[in-house]
């Protein structure tokens, strides 16, 4: 498992609750669209289902962007510090490997939201799959290589 400093430590007013749905966004450093080629964009995707097969977290939908990715996240077992650390630093090195490049991936850090049990889940996993059309890279979002829903 990777390390990651400060994984314990969350950030102030943050809650890591097991149970809980998040909302949650990860930047790419400098904005990069290294996800741009949907290969690399796969290899995020592996992370993901890994941690979910490895019972630390539930992805209710996702969305791999050219810069950015967002997921709708259910935790189980580890705080939501030590899911997105494991994320990103697998994907890290596995995007870093693809391109034979060193260097940092992702911006530190990502902005989550806990998901109110009155909030309308259905609408904001609507919201983070639909990203690909709100940005103009499809028209429709079946035509997206890089995005999932539970739903469907």
């Known amino acids: 498992m990777p390390v990651c400093l400060n994984a314990g430590r969350l950030r102030i007013g943050r809650f890591s ?30 992370q993901l289902r890994e941690a979910q097969e490895d019972g630390w977290a539930d992805f209710l939908t996702w969305v791999v ?3 950015h ?8 077992d580890r705080t939501l510090a030590e899911v997105m650390c494991r994320i990103k630093a697998r994907s890290s090195r596995a995007v870093n490997l693809a391109l034979r490049r060193q ?3 992702w911006q530190k850090g990502y902005h989550d939201r806990a ?9 904001l996993a ?19 290589p890089l995005w999932d829903a539970c739903w469907l």
Not at 18 to 46: C, E, K, M, S
Not at 115 to 123: I, M, Q, T
């Open 69 to 76: 990715v967002h997921c709708l996240l259910q935790l189980r």
């Open 17 to 46: 609750e097991p149970g809980r749905i998040y909302l949650i966004t990860a930047v790419v450093h400098q904005r990069q669209p290294f996800f741009a080629d949907w290969r690399l964009g796969r290899l995020v995707v592996n």
């Open 65 to 67: 962007m050219p810069d």
């Open 126 to 144: 609507r919201y983070v799959i639909l990203n690909p059309v709100r940005a103009g890279l499809v028209t429709r979002v079946h035509d997206y």
């Open 115 to 123: 998901v109110r049990k009155e909030e309308d889940l259905k609408d």
């Open 103 to 105: 260097g940092r991936l």
